[in-house]
Structures are given as structure tokens and as C-alpha cells.
């Protein structure tokens, strides 16, 4: 809060002081407020008017109140979040390997998890039902989860494969999940949901749905090179693509249906090196930071990019560090508050970075030795206790295969969570926290 300076008066919008001869009649009240004197009037809230907060709103503020609780905020939070040292993990006993993850708290406060596997089984549980790993419905047999959404009350799921189904399921209605085919839509890699409204990146284009309860309204986004679509982001009528040639597109949906096929976004930069015979295949697309655009390139290349100036290539930022050379499926994610990057690499490590500075999350070897204890939902691992001690830090831990899929969650106690799946094991490290138990 800033302090209450003789002479001056501080304007909240322009975040400054200004002297309080200077101040408009219409100026907005300063967010101090000053001692109450006998007579003088405040103006409140009419008293059978509730004040309504979102449950969005409640975890920005909490997640606000942690990050920015110090001057030094960045720094510190950044040195926190490398010593972490509590995780936990669940053994899903899922019938393939983990390909996708995602978790959500909807709107009455019940949290639900999925993940998909390589075997196109889809999995879901609740907090309540301590990680219990239930298989609700098979996409495709022989083709894997490729992409797990939610928004709103929707979760969408899809599988890679020649014909594409998606499951679409009510987070307030466990169990009932609805089924859609689209013949004419192949080899989903990602997915974007919005409400109600679903994209698909599909060989040779996008797809967009504006409606997941009317199937039958589909419109196509197609590139120049009709090549294969691995990222999307989507800002209102704007969708971001990534493509297999290393192109960035970027579609209006204002524009008409059969002038999609997108305005293409820092093109001199995604073209071929000296090095190489052809550009890097986009794998990762994520506006941060308002302008942001965050890109991952299979070439292991991690930048942000200004969409304000879709001509220029010149990267905004650069994160260093980041190992990829040929895998396709590599978990990558941020916080809800677009402060912290994490990416999994190719050589089975994670690593993180602050989105303000660029600066890389070094995991050190000194925090706490001490692991949880085996709790009964583990109790089926096979891995020992002294092989856990190596999970303690996810920047210090080499896991035993490349991570595919990795989210930030905010949990209903506050804290900050990275989810890692690997295998069958889903890891889950409370960031910033440190473990003090043997």
C-alpha cells in the first residue's frame, strides 16, 4: 500500500503521486484511506447488495498476496520455487502410459483431474475419491489421448488417429459423456476450449467448433501448405496456430469462412538455417503477458514473440536451456498468474523460468533429503523408498522417461502445484514448499 505523503495524493490508476493542488474534482480516491472524522460521510456498498467474487478472482488474489508479498518478489519466489523439495505422487494403474493431464475447479468448488493414455483410455477422479483412477471411456483403441481440456462446466478430450472422436463430459454430471465423430477431421495433436467453443488441430488445418452441443456446425481453417497443425492459442476472434513446416498463422474468425487461411506471423524467422533444411515444427503456443506469444520449437528453441508487430522476428525473450531436438510430446505449461514457465526436455528433466526476467529456476542439491511417506494410494509402487529421494526436486531430477504432459494448478489450500506424468506415475510438487518429514 503506499504510504500517505503531506502535500501529495496518490492516483491508482496512473500509479503515482501528484500535488494535491493539482487534483481534479473527479480524481479517483486514493486506495489510502485516511483517518474517519466525526461527520464526514463514506460511501458503501447498499447493504442487501452482496459483493460477489469469482473463484477466479479469489485464487488471482491469493496468488497476487504470494507473489508480490515482498520488493524482492521475483527474485525470491524464484529462489523458493527452485528449492522445492514436498512432492507427492499416484501410482493411476492406468492401462497404457500417461499422454495427457489436466485438472480444474469448477464454479461450485469441487476439483476433478483427468488424464488419457496411450491406449486411448480417458481416466478421471475427484479430491474426494483419494486418487482412485476410474477408466470412463475408451476414444480409440489403438491410438492415444492426445489432448484434455476444460473450461466452464465442459471437459473435452480427443485422440490422435484417421477418424477423430471427442468426448465431451459435464464436470457436474460424473459419468456421462458424450461422443462426437468427425470423419472428415484426422490426427488431432492439441486442442483449444472456450466455453462452449472447441478448435482442433488436425492434419492439413485447424477446426473450429462454435458450439460443442451442435456438432454439425464446423468450420475449417486451412494454411497455406496445408501443413499439420501442433499448437493453438486462441485470443477472442483471433486463433494463434503452430504448424508442422515451422509456420505461425494467425486466423480472424470476423473474417469470412473462405478467407481462412491466416495471416502468417514473424515468417522471417521461421524459416530454414544455415544449419538445417528445414524449419523447426512449432510445438507450444501461449499468449503471456498480454502481447506475449509464447513459442516452442522442436529445435529446442523457447521464445516469446510481439504480436503487435507480427512482421518483426526478433525474439522479446529468450529462455535458455531447454533440450529438444525430434520429440513431438513434451509437457510445457505456466502458471495461472503467467509468472513462472516450466518445460519438459527431451533429456527427461524439467526446468523453469521466470516470464519476467528470463531467468532459469536452478534446482539445488541442499534443500531437505526427507521424501512422504508411502500413503496407501502408492502403496502398489514398486519403487522404493530410497529411489523417491531423487524426485524430491523437479530441477534436480532426471525421471525415467521424457515427460509428455505437465499443469499448474492452484489447490484449494493455496498452494501452487506442478503436475508431472510419467509413465503410470503422476508426480505432484508443491511449489516453493520445503519437506520436513522423513
Aim: charge should be positive.
Amino acid at each position: 500500500m503506499p504510504k500517505d505523503l503531506p502535500g501529495f495524493y496518490f492516483d491508482t490508476q496512473k500509479n503515482r503521486y501528484f500535488p494535491l493542488s493539482s487534483r481534479p474534482s473527479t480524481s479517483p480516491q486514493s486506495t489510502l484511506s485516511s483517518p474517519k472524522r466525526s461527520g464526514s460521510s463514506v460511501e458503501v456498498d447498499p447493504p442487501n447488495t452482496p459483493r460477489v467474487i469469482s473463484h477466479h478472482t479469489r485464487s488471482a488474489q491469493t496468488l497476487n498476496q504470494r507473489l508480490l508479498s515482498s520488493p524482492f518478489s521475483s527474485d525470491i519466489q524464484c529462489t523458493r520455487i527452485a528449492s522445492t523439495s514436498r512432492f507427492d505422487f499416484s501410482q493411476t494403474a492406468s492401462f497404457g502410459d500417461i499422454t495427457e493431464f489436466c485438472s480444474a475447479t469448477s464454479d461450485n468448488g469441487s476439483t476433478r483431474r483427468y488424464i488419457g493414455d496411450n491406449k486411448g483410455w480417458l481416466y478421471t477422479c475427484s479430491v474426494a475419491q483419494t486418487y482412485m483412477w476410474p477408466a470412463e471411456i475408451n476414444l480409440h483403441s489403438h491410438s492415444q489421448v492426445s489432448s484434455i481440456k476444460i473450461s466452464g462446466q465442459k471437459c473435452v478430450a480427443t485422440c490422435f488417429g484417421p477418424v477423430t472422436k471427442v468426448a465431451v463430459q459435464d464436470l457436474h454430471v460424473s459419468g456421462r459423456t458424450t461422443l462426437i465423430t468427425l470423419n472428415q477431421v484426422h490426427d488431432v495433436r492439441v486442442s483449444h476450449l472456450q466455453d462452449n467453443a472447441l478448435i482442433l488441430g488436425a492434419k492439413g488445418k485447424a477446426v473450429y467448433m462454435p458450439n460443442i452441443d451442435i456438432s454439425g456446425s464446423v468450420q475449417h481453417l486451412s494454411n497455406p501448405q496445408n501443413s499439420d497443425v501442433f499448437a493453438l492459442d486462441r485470443d477472442e476472434n483471433l486463433i494463434y496456430t503452430g504448424l508442422r513446416n515451422g509456420s505461425i498463422t494467425r486466423h480472424d474468425l470476423r473474417v469470412s469462412s473462405n478467407k481462412h487461411d491466416g495471416q502468417l506471423l514473424f515468417h522471417s524467422r521461421f524459416t530454414p538455417s544455415k544449419n538445417s533444411t528445414s524449419p523447426s515444427p512449432v510445438l507450444y503456443l501461449k499468449l503471456v503477458k498480454d502481447s506475449q506469444l509464447l513459442v516452442s520449437q522442436m529445435n529446442g528453441e523457447l521464445c516469446t514473440y510481439d504480436t503487435r508487430f507480427p512482421v518483426h522476428s526478433t525474439p522479446s525473450q529468450i529462455f535458455t536451456g531447454h533440450r529438444n531436438s525430434v520429440t513431438q510430446k513434451l509437457g510445457i505449461c505456466i502458471d495461472p498468474l503467467h509468472e513462472f514457465l516450466f518445460a519438459a526436455g527431451e533429456d527427461r528433466c524439467i526446468r523453469g523460468w521466470s516470464l519476467r526476467t528470463g531467468k532459469a529456476l536452478h534446482g539445488t542439491s541442499s534443500v531437505a533429503t526427507c521424501v512422504p511417506a508411502l500413503t496407501s494410494r502408492s502403496s502398489s509402487s514398486s519403487t522404493s523408498y530410497s529411489d523417491l529421494t531423487q524426485f524430491r526436486n523437479p530441477f534436480n531430477t532426471e525421471f525415467p522417461t521424457p515427460i509428455p504432459t505437465m499443469q499448474v494448478t492452484e489447490e484449494s489450500d493455496g498452494s501452487l502445484c506442478l503436475w508431472a506424468g510419467s509413465r503410470q506415475t503422476l508426480y505432484q510438487y508443491f511449489l516453493g514448499q520445503y519437506s520436513k518429514t522423513c
